[in-house]
T-cell receptor, first 116, second 109 residues
């Protein structure tokens, strides 16, 4: 079974631009979560989607947004980029049974965003 | 508030020595605890979770609710154990993981 895939793997943008990152979960997985990883702050939760609905959101400004499509693929968008947005953005998917029981999260390789 | 603390940023041991990576958490409810590992140039992957109580690659971790700890242990470290280890907490009803800052383990020959 193919793992979580993220595109693009590397991205360079300048301040003020916007960026869209994509995540394809493991086939059959319905939940997708996003994390930001930086050397200073470590891994921080951005948001979680299930069945095209945002179920949870981390403590990030409104410039960070996301969505999930009917095929469970997810995108996250960062508008008006700042230098501090440079980070590795990780996506994780989990199966999530009908009862809503939490399950193991499988991580993608990440998208390395550099803001100049 | 949910918080995970890994007090050691770096940990270096010799091959064959016991290793313990510390993790303490803060959460008022009943948490689910995990250890994730990231080997060089590989993606973050689950090592073990407290509810399964299994031993993976010789590692074990016991949840101590009294001390709010979930330390990771291995009796005899191997060079291939060198990696970044993250302790994580999940509160009920959400997929959100709260991670510690991680401990970089180096096992020397």
């Amino acid at each position: 079974k193919a793992g979580v895939t993220q595109t693009p793997r590397y991205l360079i943008k300048t301040r003020g631009q916007q960026v869209t990152l994509s995540c394809s979960p493991i086939s059959g997985h319905r939940s997708v979560s996003w994390y930001q990883q930086t050397p200073g702050q470590g891994l921080q939760f951005l948001f979680e989607y299930f069945s095209e609905t945002q179920r949870n959101k981390g403590n990030f400004p409104g410039r960070f947004s996301g969505r999930q499509f009917s095929n469970s693929r997810s995108e996250m968008n960062v508008s008006t980029l700042e230098l501090g947005d440079s980070a590795l953005y990780l996506c994780a998917s989990s199966l999530l049974g009908l009862a809503g029981a939490a399950d193991t999260q499988y991580f993608g390789p990440g998208t390395r965003l550099t803001v100049l | 508030a949910q918080r995970v603390t890994q007090p050691e940023k770096l940990l270096s041991v010799f091959k064959g020595a016991p290793v313990e990576l510390k993790c303490n958490y803060s959460y008022s409810g009943s948490p689910e605890l995990f250890w994730y590992v990231q080997y060089s140039r590989q993606r973050l992957q689950l090592l073990l979770r407290h509810i399964s109580r299994e031993s993976i690659k010789g590692f074990t971790a016991d949840l101590n609710k009294g001390e709010t700890s979930f330390h990771l242990k291995k009796p005899f470290a191997q060079e291939e154990d060198s990696a970044m280890y993250y302790c994580a907490l999940r509160a009920g009803g959400s997929e959100k993981l709260v991670f510690g800052k991680g401990t970089k383990l180096t096992v020397n020959p």
